[in-house]
């Protein structure tokens, strides 16, 4: 059996039952508490202190990101900023990252230095710090970053963190800012397409430059809520994600996603397959019930738009206004 055959989402699962039969038990009496592991946006742990949390990302050329759109300091900025995403879909602040980069031989040494302008420009904008890392020689480039993230144990000693398996049946749906507006940046940059500027450019930053809410996942934690991901893969596989993993399901009602006027006026008839399927938006998209959402909504600066609620029936339902249902195209890695 080969990759293409089972696709991303199989293949953890192969790989998560291997490690999970050679994992190591940790003594009761332990320092340190494993409380989740492969299948989240990040694993977390704990000592007496705070929980801590770990995530791995990676950025390789011709598939995450392409020479001919991408500058060295927008490939910076990104390839810290996805990883920052998953520390915030976890609520919790960066803390420390190492960074391993594949580079050919004849790259300029200036060129390095925009791209980990990018990586310092995104650590100042949202947290963290590089503490180490790797550097060879590859054929084409490639950058992987772990990052570390941290939050401190509240007044109650509870170790709260957000987490996919934690949605319940009459939960609200809700998501932070817009969404498709990456994918429609990616669609001009590919077919440098002919759209007013302004537009092009909000578009192109969407994709480019994805402004990872980590303040807001730590609001989101503090307030009580439990069940988060970071929308990287599109809303529709990101909410399937939540719903197996919390053994529910969801009805998302499409009238109800926020999308940008920039990316309706340049996609008049994709710009709903864009915000269902497009990806790397790097919004959050959460869960909790109705009265915890509603309250959240009227605190926090954060532009956040119920979309829909958890159910009991473990199938996602996407229906328009007339409540239609709409066939859903899930995106992955490795089925082509």
């Known amino acids: 059996m080969k990759i293409n055959e089972v696709g991303e989402k199989d293949l953890i699962k192969i790989l998560d039952k291997l490690i999970s039969k050679n994992k190591k038990k940790l003594k009761s009496n332990s320092l340190v508490n494993q409380l989740i592991s492969i299948g989240d946006d990040g ?25 001919q759109f991408t500058n060295w300091q927008d490939l910076g900025w990104k390839a810290i900023s996805v990883n920052q995403s998953d520390i915030a879909a976890m609520g919790f602040d960066p803390l420390y990252c190492v960074v391993s980069i594949g580079i050919p031989k004849n790259t300029e040494i200036q060129s390095l230095k925009k791209l980990y302008k990018g990586m310092i420009e995104a650590i100042k904008k949202n947290g963290g710090e590089i503490v180490g890392g790797d550097t060879v020689h590859s054929p084409i480039i490639t950058i992987n970053i772990s990052m570390i993230g941290i939050r401190k144990l509240n007044n109650d000693n509870k170790r709260n963190f957000l987490s996919r398996s934690k949605a319940k049946p009459k939960d609200l749906i809700a998501v932070t800012g817009y969404l498709g507006s990456s994918a429609g940046g990616f669609e001009i940059l590919k077919n440098t397409q002919n759209v007013e500027g302004k537009i092009t450019k909000y578009l192109k930053k969407a994709h480019l430059k994805p402004q990872p809410k980590v303040q807001t996942g730590i609001e989101l934690c503090d307030h009580g809520i439990n069940s988060a991901i970071d929308i990287s893969d599109g809303l529709v596989q990101d909410i399937t994600r939540i719903c197996k993993a919390s053994n529910v399901g969801a009805k998302i009602l499409t009238n109800k996603i926020p999308v940008h006027k920039y990316l309706k006026k340049a996609f008049p008839e994709n710009w709903l397959s864009f915000a269902l399927n497009g990806g790397e938006d790097y919004e959050l998209l959460f869960t909790g019930p109705s009265n915890l959402i509603k309250q959240i909504c009227e605190k926090t600066k954060t532009k956040i738009t119920i979309i829909g609620e958890i159910t009991k029936s473990k199938k996602v339902e996407i229906v328009n206004k007339t409540n239609q249902k709409i066939t859903k195209n899930e995106w992955e890695h490795f089925i082509k």
């Open 43 to 67: 694993s977390v742990w704990s000592d007496n202190s705070a929980n801590y949390c770990i995530t791995t990302d990676s950025m390789i050329e011709n598939v995450h990101f392409n020479q």
